[in-house]
């Protein structure tokens, strides 16, 4: 079999993934590359890698895209990793910055502030890094693992998640397993079961990755409480809205 090439997003909530990849012996002939959530799109619409674990947001931008996995990044209550955080409360935000790592999250807020909040701030999109350092920022919408330090920053913080289960009373998928064309039935199969291997192994995870967890975080707790990894009937549903949502806003 030639070598399959894949992009997973390279933030905690998906270690157990990359760690299912990397030790259950399912899988042999692959190169990983860990990347930011609209980087693994990107690498997958230009054919750089043959799969990608590609943000909900960019979904459209690929047509009839193949979804190669019983596994996906979602929630079903607070997520932890995706906020909006703010100076001001929700009826008087007047401009949100967009965070450049996941075009999921900016789509989702938003989807969020036309649908549920019924507000119309402006929007700025930051460059890279620039969420790191939000200090300046009104309002940001910022993803991954630079929220666990600087969520303490801003007095209002609002879960993305959260706000979507609350308004839907379905849960969100943030990013889903596809191809762009058909991929052999065997490897899916041990791809499947090494994405599982990692799910079931998740205490694992703290020591593979001793030196990549954001200090002070309770990785396994995060998991456990804030990711729901199996891409179910309910999360189809949720996705499904969520893309049609998107849609109207385009419109």
């Keep these: 079999m030639d070598l399959v090439k894949i992009s997973a997003v390279s933030y905690l909530n998906t270690y157990p993934f990359v760690l299912g990849i990397k030790t259950s012996g399912?899988?042999?002939?692959i190169e990983l590359q860990l990347d930011v959530p609209s980087i693994c799109a990107e690498k997958l619409k230009a054919g750089i890698v043959d799969l990608a674990l590609v943000p909900a947001g960019a979904l459209p931008d690929f047509i009839d895209p193949y979804f190669v996995s019983d596994y996906c990044i979602g929630a079903e209550n607070k997520v932890k990793t995706v906020l909006?955080?703010?100076?001001?409360?929700?009826?008087?935000?007047?401009?949100?910055?967009?965070?450049?790592?996941?075009?999921?999250?900016v789509?989702?807020?938003q989807v969020l502030a036309k649908n549920s909040w019924k507000i119309s701030p402006e929007w700025v999109s930051l460059p890279p890094g620039k969420a790191q350092r939000p200090s300046d920022i009104e309002s940001l919408v910022a993803i991954g693992d630079k929220t666990f330090q600087i969520s303490a920053?801003?007095?209002?913080?609002y879960d993305l998640a959260?706000?979507?289960?609350k308004f839907t009373g379905l849960p969100f998928v943030f990013a889903a397993w596809i191809s762009t064309k058909p991929l052999h039935e065997g490897f899916l199969l041990h791809f499947n079961n090494a994405l599982a291997y990692g799910v079931n192994h998740i205490h694992e995870v703290p020591e593979f990755f001793r030196n990549s967890i954001p200090k002070g975080v309770d990785a396994v707790k995060y998991f456990e409480e804030n990711i729901s990894y199996r891409f179910d009937d309910k999360k189809k549903k949720g996705l499904e809205l969520f893309l049609s949502l998107l849609k109207e806003l385009k419109k």
């Design 26 to 29: 399912e899988l042999d002939d």
């Design 84 to 105: 909006l955080l703010s100076h001001q409360p929700l009826e008087k935000i007047s401009t949100i910055h967009l965070d450049f790592d996941s075009r999921s999250s």
């Design 107 to 109: 789509a989702l807020v």
């Design 153 to 157: 920053d801003f007095p209002y913080v």
């Design 162 to 165: 959260e706000e979507w289960v």
